[in-house]
């Protein structure tokens, strides 16, 4: 999912049919709405920052060549924030260690599992998160909720909020902990 489709949704929450054009590009609505896509831009990357921080970690693979034992952290991502396994070439997990720069394991080539957090966004790139992980629906309320926020609309915050903190806590529950639907036939 892009960056671009969360900004749509966060438009659509607010009303913003101005924001939609500009990203549509069939209007030119000038300087304001450019400042209010990249503001609302910004506000997705903080959004799923604070998402991949607290609830819902961003995981990523990369197959990578070790040099004498080592692998340079930020050759994997500029901001790991946990080596969760190394796998060698068939699938099978490494022992491994980690310093304050690199993971060490006893193998040339291999895959890294790891959790890290977003960089910041660009309109075009894509969320670490697919829609069957979250949808954009739910990260734009977070978004419309801290734009609110920005805007002194503090009672309009707090419902958006609640409407993505109740749909984040949804994606969270142990499957096992949700009610089945049931009939009364």
Not at 10 to 33: F, P
Not at 95 to 122: M, R, S
Request: glycine share 4%; hydrophobic share 40%.
């Amino acid at each position: 999912m892009k960056i671009k489709d969360i900004v749509r949704y966060s438009a659509l929450i607010l009303g913003r049919s101005d924001v939609i054009n500009y990203l549509d590009g069939k209007e030119n609505t000038g300087v304001d709405t450019a400042e209010t896509v990249n503001l609302l831009t910004n506000l997705c990357t903080l959004v799923v920052e604070e998402l991949a921080s607290t609830y819902l970690p961003l995981v990523s693979k990369s197959t990578v060549t070790f040099v004498n034992g080592r692998q340079p952290l930020n050759q994997l991502n500029d901001k790991i924030v946990k080596i969760v396994a190394v796998y060698d070439i068939n699938g099978n997990p490494i022992d491994f260690t980690v310093d304050n720069h690199y993971v060490n394991a006893q193998i040339t080539k291999c895959t890294v599992e790891f959790l890290y957090l977003p960089k910041n966004y660009g309109l075009e790139d894509n969320v670490g998160y697919s829609e069957k992980d979250i949808s954009a629906t739910t990260l734009a309320y977070g978004v419309v909720a801290e734009y609110c926020i920005t805007q002194g609309l503090f009672e309009q915050a707090v419902m958006h909020h609640k409407r993505y903190v109740d749909a984040v806590a949804e994606i969270c529950m142990p499957k096992n902990k949700k009610i089945k639907a049931r009939s009364w036939v």
